[in-house]
């Protein structure tokens, strides 16, 4: 099942999206797609909604709207550094024997399509094509893979936008280079875990004005959603509606020779086998 959300920022209202490509309204279920619906199982009564009326019988809505972010502000964006072991050869840096974690803040989320806007001294913004895990259930220091599997709702299609300068030569944590709004298009749909049949084979790819930067597969993760989710839980709670960034391929501008970064008015156009695809145009900080 694809969950959407669809309308303008802050009015955006779910939706499914159907195997034909109709997309049914979801208002008379669910106020929105966010921790009350993950918490009161509403991944199951859509399910049933659809089973129950039927697709002919459901209230059709355009797909031409605006789509928004498919889950509402999380409590939390989770992210995963150096994930990929060809990612983390081309930074020059060691495969990590555990995972590194950092935040993002939550108000970075935007639509699929949605403008990414420079912030203010930005000089060397990047890309990272990555998947999402979109948290169902409650987790907190799971004993068990089985567990870590359940509190999984589904995944998602991110852009992890990065300011290099911010994140590498202002000390501290990362977060100061990934937390600026619009730092995280995602979408345009949230895929159920039970639609994709191997997390670890979906291809990934990500365009710079029409030229491939990123082309990888999640076969390269180091480590599998599943283990992601059980490692944070033992250190934190992880509330339903919640994402993690799991980490992206090589490709980045970073790891260029020389460097390449992003500049106003450059498009990103990027992928997941499964997840739909993205495209953001750069803009500056003030543009309308």
Not at 114 to 120: A, K, N, T
Not at 202 to 218: C, D, I, K, P
């Amino acid at each position: 099942m694809k969950l959407l959300r669809l309308g303008e920022p802050g009015l955006e209202r779910p939706a499914a999206l159907l195997s034909d490509g109709r997309v049914v309204e979801l208002g008379d279920l669910a106020d929105d797609i966010d921790a009350v619906f993950f918490r009161n199982g509403g991944i199951a009564r859509v399910r049933e909604f659809l089973t129950e009326t039927g697709s002919a019988h459901a209230r059709h809505v355009e797909p031409t709207k605006r789509i928004g972010a498919p889950i509402a502000r999380p409590h939390q964006i989770i992210c995963v550094g150096l994930n990929y072991s060809d990612h983390a050869r081309e930074t020059g840096q060691d495969v990590p024997t555990e995972p590194i974690l950092f935040t993002k803040s939550p108000n970075t989320l935007v639509g699929p399509n949605d403008d990414v806007r420079m912030p203010r001294g930005a000089t060397k913004l990047d890309w990272e094509v990555e998947l999402g895990i979109v948290i169902g259930a409650r987790a907190y220091e799971l004993d068990s893979d089985l567990e870590s599997e359940a509190a999984i709702a589904g995944y998602v299609l991110v852009n992890d936008v990065s300011e290099r300068a911010f994140q590498l030569e202002r000390g501290g944590q990362w977060l100061k280079g990934k937390s600026a709004p619009t730092f995280n298009p995602t979408g345009p749909w949230l895929v159920t875990a039970d639609e994709i049949p191997d997390v670890l084979d979906l291809g990934m790819h990500l365009n710079v004005n029409g030229v491939n930067r990123q082309a990888g597969s999640t076969a390269t993760m180091i480590f599998d959603p599943v283990t992601i989710v059980r490692y944070i839980s033992q250190f934190l709670a992880l509330e339903p509606g919640d994402l993690i960034n799991t980490g992206t391929p090589p490709g980045v501008g970073m790891g260029m020779t020389p460097p390449e970064y992003l500049r106003e008015g450059d498009v990103m156009e990027l992928a997941i086998d499964g997840l739909g695809v993205q495209r953001q145009l750069v803009v500056g900080r003030d543009s309308p």
